[in-house]
């Protein structure tokens, strides 16, 4: 089996899940095992950074690592998969900073990959975010296992492979937003007593809505937020125009920012 095949077999968990509806501890034991494949060809985390004690080599932790990783970030979005358009549009964000930090740290092929996946979510989006009427398209649990496994593996084999701060730290920055989501609404049930596999609504995308903002004007708040930390990683990369991205990607974050206040505001003044 070569390496392609990770990414078609996590995509077949998926879409056996959207017409069979796998129990949670089975999809997640799959996941693991193409994770573990994929480590057994090359992808995997092999430092990493530490406050006040820099890159620190993970030796055999690196599997598990590196294993959970990938399992990780495929749940994280297909757990933001939530509203139409989000998904997509999240991960071809996330795509297209790790073209370009891919690019900048002189990792060609990882940065190839990544843009053809940011190009296929920009294409997908035509036919899924559909501000005015239903989505014509979706992408299912196949297509959000698909997209987050290539991220966290393209992150790791396009950015962490040169051995300095900034590059251990990239990933975790550029996929903040799903990664963030996906530990919060964890520890949270867990701090509740609940199975961290039981669906619920306190996405960050459900808890917008609740609040009283529209799902379109969710999805484009979510897609600032991720634009941010994008240009934050890009900056914190140390290319030479980089503190200028963050520096747009911050003043589009305060907009955004206050348009949904403003939003949720006026929903709780008419109430």
Same mark, same amino acid.
């Given at each position: ?47 990493? &950074? ?11 932790? @690196? ?14 979005? @297909? ?21 370009? /930090?891919?690019?900048?740290? @002189? ?18 989006? +035509?036919? @899924? ?35 300095? &701060? ?21 520890? &949270?049930?867990?701090? $509740? ?13 459900? +808890? ?7 799902? +379109?004007? /969710? ?47 006026? $929903?709780?003044?008419?109430?």
């Amino acid at each position: 089996m070569g390496r392609n095949d990770r990414w078609s077999v996590i995509f077949c968990i998926g879409l056996a899940d959207d017409f069979f509806n796998l129990p949670a501890l089975s999809r997640l034991v799959l996941q693991l095992l193409v994770s573990s494949l994929a480590w057994l060809v090359g992808v995997r985390i092999e430092f990493i &950074t530490l406050p006040f004690l820099g890159i620190v080599q993970l030796g055999l932790l @690196n599997f598990p690592i590196t294993v959970l990783w990938l399992a990780g970030i495929a749940n994280a979005v @297909n757990w933001i998969d939530g509203l139409d358009g989000l998904a997509a549009g999240v991960s071809g964000i996330a795509a297209l900073v790790i073209l370009i /930090t891919s690019l900048f740290m @002189n990792q060609p092929a990882a940065g190839l990959i990544a843009a053809a996946l940011s190009g296929g979510c920009i294409a997908f989006l +035509r036919y @899924n975010f559909k501000p005015d009427r239903p989505a014509e398209i979706f992408m299912g649990d196949g297509g959000a296992y698909y997209l987050g496994f290539t991220l966290a593996g393209i992150s790791v084999i396009g950015v962490v492979k040169t051995v300095a &701060t900034a590059a251990v730290i990239l990933p975790y920055i550029i996929l903040a937003v799903p990664l963030c989501d996906a530990l919060t609404v964890i520890f &949270t049930r867990l701090w $509740k007593g609940q199975s961290p596999f039981v669906a619920d609504k306190r996405h960050l995308h459900h +808890r917008l809505v609740a609040a009283g903002v529209s799902k +379109r004007h /969710t999805v484009l708040f979510i897609y600032a937020l991720t634009l941010w930390v994008g240009s934050l990683a890009l900056a914190f990369s140390g290319m030479t125009a980089g503190g200028t991205y963050a520096a747009i990607g911050t003043v589009i974050m305060i907009y955004a920012s206050w348009r949904t206040w403003r939003r949720v505001h006026q $929903k709780q003044i008419s109430k």
